[in-house]
T-cell receptor, first 115, second 115 residues
Framework: DGGITQSPKYLFRKEGQNVTLSCEQN?????MYWYRQDPGQGLRLIYY???????QKGDIAEGYSVSREKKESFPLTVTSAQKNPTAFYLC??????????????FGSGTRLTVV | AQSVAQPEDQVNVAEGNPLTVKCTYS??????LFWYVQYPNRGLQFLLK??????LVKGSYGFEAEFNKSQTSFHLKKPSALVSDSALYFC?????????????FGTGTRLTVIP
């Protein structure tokens, strides 16, 4: 089945530690996205990538980093510079085209907790 | 700039009654509008979208949405609510300002269907 897979489902981070969240898709989608979800704040865009080896900052990129070395993969690193990382993180992908518009396909999320 | 507002944080409805989840939008051009649903600790699932054409859009699980250009609204509706419809619902609009396929999400409305 085609889809988008996030791992792990739950992740615990110690103070000062970097952690990496995995996102893999086999949908042959060009674009991939990372969102952070906090209660009452909806989804906020962290980073997005429309093509391999290229990515752009979203609204809340500080304290996060990404890479896009393969079309299928878009890992997110939460660095020690992110002071409040406890949240639910969602990865998504979509087709991009000059005239088309499509919705997103979402992964099932990773819940990150600082301990 | 694109924006979307969901004026109700919480909507309660009795099982079997019709339900409406409200969404209003603001765009500079033609809107591309979406509804997604999220169940606890899961990613978002696509329900329906409006790009062009009929103002009444039918989607998954018996949901539909009515596009109203004069009122800049895109309310989600279902004729008869089920307990299993209880979830968090997000309205989204395409953000053409970034030149990408990005969607801008509302803050979400929690729907509770009471047995």
């Amino acid at each position: 089945d085609g889809g988008i897979t996030q791992s792990p489902k739950y992740l615990f981070r110690k103070e000062g530690q970097n952690v990496t969240l995995s996102c893999e898709q086999n949908l042959n989608h060009d674009a991939m996205y990372w969102y952070r979800q906090d209660p009452g704040q909806g989804l906020r865009l962290i980073y997005y990538s429309q093509i391999v080896n290229d990515f752009q900052k979203g609204d809340i990129a500080e304290g996060y980093s990404v890479s896009r070395e393969k079309k299928e993969s878009f890992p997110l690193t939460v660095t020690s510079a992110q002071k409040n990382p406890t949240a639910f993180y969602l990865c998504a992908s979509s087709i991009t085209s000059g005239t088309g518009i499509s919705g997103y396909t979402f992964g099932s999320g990773t819940r990150l907790t600082v301990v | 700039a694109q924006s979307v507002a969901q004026p109700e944080d919480q909507v309660n409805v009795a099982e079997g009654n019709p339900l409406t989840v409200k969404c209003t939008y603001s765009v500079s051009g033609n809107p591309y509008l979406f509804w997604y649903v999220q169940y606890p600790n899961r990613g978002l699932q696509f329900l329906l979208k409006y790009i062009t054409g009929d103002n009444l859009v039918k989607g998954s699980y018996g949901f539909e949405a009515e596009f109203n250009k004069s009122q800049t609204s895109f309310h989600l509706k279902k004729p008869s609510a089920l307990v299993s419809d209880s979830a968090l619902y997000f309205c989204a609009v395409r953000d053409i300002g970034t030149g990408a396929n990005n969607l801008f999400f509302g803050t979400g409305t929690r729907l509770t269907v009471i047995p």
